[in-house]
């Protein structure tokens, strides 16, 4: 059994949340709180729990602060911001605090459960306008990755053919129907793309793939 929290001040959108995960009977909530600190009260009660599922605005405490404090004290729990908002800086916030993926709160709920469990499987997932546009920020901004470092990235056909799947954002079971694989076999390629690229999540992967000319 998969054990969720939910962080979400709007009731309705609490409700709809509920209502698209409640078709999955692996799945379990275990906690559901109107705002960060709620949430990291609930937690230091019992934390046994895999992932949450993050809003963004929230009073009180927003969850972009909710998942740094969360992230430093229960380093285990997988976080997955869902959210309005596609905007450049919550992107780059969620990201640097620790958040494990960032989808839209629109997404369908066969695309939820996906993320929820590329995501405990060590993936990390992005809707896909959210994927174009970090992609799009990567290539407006400069990083400081030496370009020895990147001559040396070499990726095999196949691995190279997942990286550009990733680059659209799609989940790791979208990339196995796509190039006719199993989830299994896209989890290990993209594990290996991470280790080749020394990369620690999406955004440094997508960087140091566009600035080798992988991407």
């Known amino acids: 059994m998969i054990k969720l929290a939910l962080a979400e001040d709007n009731l309705f959108a609490l409700n709809a ?3 698209k995960l409640s078709i999955y009977k692996d799945l379990a909530i275990i906690h559901t709180a109107r705002h960060g600190a709620e949430l990291l009260d609930l937690l230091i009660e019992n934390s046994d729990i ?15 602060e909710a998942t740094k404090k969360i992230k430093q004290r229960f380093p285990s729990i997988k976080i997955v911001m869902i ?17 494990n993926s960032y989808i839209l709160k629109e997404t369908k709920a066969e695309k939820i459960y996906e993320a929820i469990i590329d ?15 970090t992609l799009q920020l990567l290539i407006s901004k400069t990083h400081s990755t030496p370009k020895k ?14 990286l550009e799947q990733i680059s659209n954002g799609y989940t790791n079971k979208h990339i196995g129907n796509n190039l006719y694989i199993s989830p299994f076999t896209v989890k290990r390629h993209v594990e290996n793309i991470y280790y080749k690229l020394q990369a620690h999540n999406r955004i440094e992967l997508l960087d140091k793939a566009r600035k080798s000319g992988l991407i």
């Open 119 to 133: 995501t405990l499987n060590g993936g990390s997932v992005m809707s896909p306008s959210i994927a174009f546009k």
């Open 149 to 162: 470092e990147l001559e040396n990235i070499a990726l095999s056909k196949r691995e190279i053919e997942i």
């Open 50 to 64: 895999n992932l949450i599922l993050m809003d963004i605005e929230m009073p009180v405490m927003n969850g972009i």
């Open 17 to 19: 949340l509920k209502e």
């Open 83 to 99: 959210t309005i908002y596609d905007a450049d800086d919550y992107i780059f916030e969620a990201i640097k605090v620790g958040a």
